[in-house]
């Protein structure tokens, strides 16, 4: 009997991709009685087939059928797949729903969410936010586009809250996805290659996560970023606005003052001295300010606000200290993946920096660091595949600009261009496909190549 004529009389739930949230996709959809299948048409790790074998969830790896996948009435894909993948093209003319795996999560979520997403900042809040709900005794879990999928939280245990970091890619499969906070930390120029290199569009990508709030709702924003306060004109919301600023004082939301970060939600105001973060640097200050607004909204006495953010880590491969060797200062920046990261990770640099670049250009305009690199740069260290863009825009910025094409070789050679006094700073600006993992493979193995220095 031909799909196409037969009714479907089961719920017949197809995953694409078989990662982290493909899994939780699968392990959630069996949970609620569908009739699952996960297809992969690249290598699955053996962690992720055991999990599926274990659960006696049906698979396949290295192929994509098309038939099994056609018989599907949802089908939950990878946020790595593009809209335009040409089977993502042939499920949607076949009538079948294609979501993303945190819409399917939120259908069946009765937690409160509190979502976070901008383009840079996001793991940092996220992860600030999730020692803050932990150090408040909070029943929430932690993940999302990081850790552990919100599909495979939910398919484990309840709890009253999520604290979610999401993609824009993930944010492109929603329908009904409704954060009860959620938080926009700023949007400049990224995966514009996703985008038919259109801002506009990755713009409209991220509203998306307040596109279903309403009155009950809280949209923390940045107020200092001209592009989502344009954006709030073109895609209004219905929910309470709460900005945060670190230029103007403001009467509701959060805001600097004589080096204080001042939060009015309530007639309860909140204080507290930016010396006391754990975490430096002027970005950082802004992500705590949105960490607290968002907590002070939880309802979080404002001295567990205060401890936690004088006690928070910082985040792996976020201008992590890896290391002094011979007085140089060795920083791990590999989660910066576009240019407004390493904008920022440059502009802390006190001391002349040897810099590594490179990787996957996702269309990087690279003008807005050419001051920043006449100033603190002396030398820089290209690690891709493919470096022509780099050394073409910053060939007149710098006497030393050294190609290298692995890890190993660009720690020997920044190790030699260093000398006592300086930092090397691996803040790549570019995805790391062309020669990692990814970023936490890249930022592993600057360490590794450090300490065998």
Partial sequence: MSTANHIKNVNRAVILGGGISGLGAALLAQKHGYDVFLSDKGVMKDAFAKALQDNNIPYEAGNHDKTKILDATVVIKSPGIPDNAPLILEIVAAGIEVISEIEFAARFSESKIIAITGSNGKTTVTSLMGHIVEQAGLDATVGGNIGASFAGQEAAAPAAYRVLEISSFQLD????????????????????????????????????????????DYFIYNLDDPVIVKALEKFPTKAQLVPFSMKETLEHGAYLQDNNIHIQTDLNPFIMPIQELSIKGQHNTANAMAASTASKLLGIRKETIRQSMASFQGVEHRLEQVLKINKVQYINDSKATNVNATFFALDSMEHPTVWIVGGVDKGNDYSELFDLVNRKVKAIVCLGVDNAKLVEAFGNCVDNMVETGSMEDAVRVAYKLADAGDNVLLSPACASFDLFENYEDRGRQFKQAVRNL
């Fill in 173 to 216: 499969g929603i329908t009904s996805f409704k954060p009860h906070i959620a938080i926009l930390l700023n949007i400049t120029p990224d995966h514009l290659d996703r985008y038919d290199y259109n801002f506009e569009n990755y713009v409209a990508s991220k509203m998306r996560i307040t596109m279903n709030q309403d009155a009950s």
